[in-house]
């Protein structure tokens, strides 16, 4: 069992001793040839491209331009500590043990639109390219384009040495869809997590609780050393409960009653 993330736009870069425990992203070729396309594009396309304000078209313009390669401890930290948006939140990967984080490099795996698949240990530096972003490169018009098969591939090869080779979806539409359906062997199982007011009769699914939820999950799973899928439906955090009644072979409800304060 292995469980995608979708990655975050804040970022995190205080320092961290896992970052002596980092590792090479699988797909690191493949990152440097974007690199590449990155580094020629001009502030103002960058603004397009991303839809930014200036200011942040100039600091994502610096760091294209900043990338300093091979990645190492000294000039890198592992993308699980330095993502910090609501799903980094939940997973809090600062505070696992180095040995839960290296128990994780297998079962959990961060979706990117630079490097197409990251395990939480693999050194990255600071960027900014999300998975929707209309780049051009000589695979195509975009990035789903341009990583076409890889990342089903690779997680392919991940799933193949476990038990349980169910892939479960913690990830947004934007990032899930950068998995090749036709391309991947694997089951899938989408977890979604939905917030129920007193006496509604529906659930909502509330963005930045479900991005939270969502790190939670993958916490549950390292923290626990869950390996097979049917373990999920164990999963308590923040009052959430497996709703079986809601639920398909392929879609796990996860619900709660009332909706909660905001998580710092």
Not at 107 to 122: E, T, W
Not at 220 to 246: C, H, M, P, S
Request: hydrophobic content about 40%.
């Amino acid at each position: 069992m292995l469980a995608v993330l979708s990655p975050a736009k804040a970022l995190d870069w205080s320092p961290s001793p896992m970052t002596d425990h980092g590792t090479e992203p699988a797909l690191m070729k493949d990152a440097t040839s974007l690199m590449r396309t990155t580094r020629g594009l001009s502030q103002k396309r960058i603004r397009e491209l991303m839809n930014l304000s200036a200011d942040l078209a100039k600091l994502n313009y610096d760091r294209y331009r900043s990338f300093d390669l091979p990645f190492t401890p000294d000039n890198a930290l592992p993308a699980s500590v330095a993502f910090n948006g609501d799903v980094y939140r939940g997973f809090d990967a600062r505070t696992l043990s180095a040995e839960e984080l290296e128990w994780s490099q297998d079962r959990v795996a961060i979706l990117s639109g630079l490097f197409g698949l990251l395990r939480p240990l693999d050194l990255i530096q600071p960027y900014r390219l999300e998975m929707g972003t209309k780049l051009k490169t000589r695979r195509g018009a975009n990035l789903y384009a341009f990583w076409g098969d890889k990342i089903a591939q690779q997680l392919d090869r991940k799933l193949s040495g476990h038990n349980d080779g169910t892939l479960v979806n913690l990830a947004s539409n934007e990032y899930f869809k950068a998995v090749a359906k036709k391309a991947l062997k694997a089951p899938v199982v989408e977890c979604v997590f939905e917030d129920w007011k007193v006496h509604a009769d529906e659930g909502t699914v509330i963005g930045f609780l479900a991005k939270y939820a969502r790190g939670l999950m993958a916490r549950y799973i390292v923290t626990e050393q869950i390996d097979r899928v049917e373990g999920l439906k164990e999963f308590n955090a923040e009052r959430y409960a497996y709703d079986a009644a809601r639920s398909t072979d392929t879609r796990w409800v996860f619900k709660r009653k009332f909706v909660p304060v905001t998580p710092n």
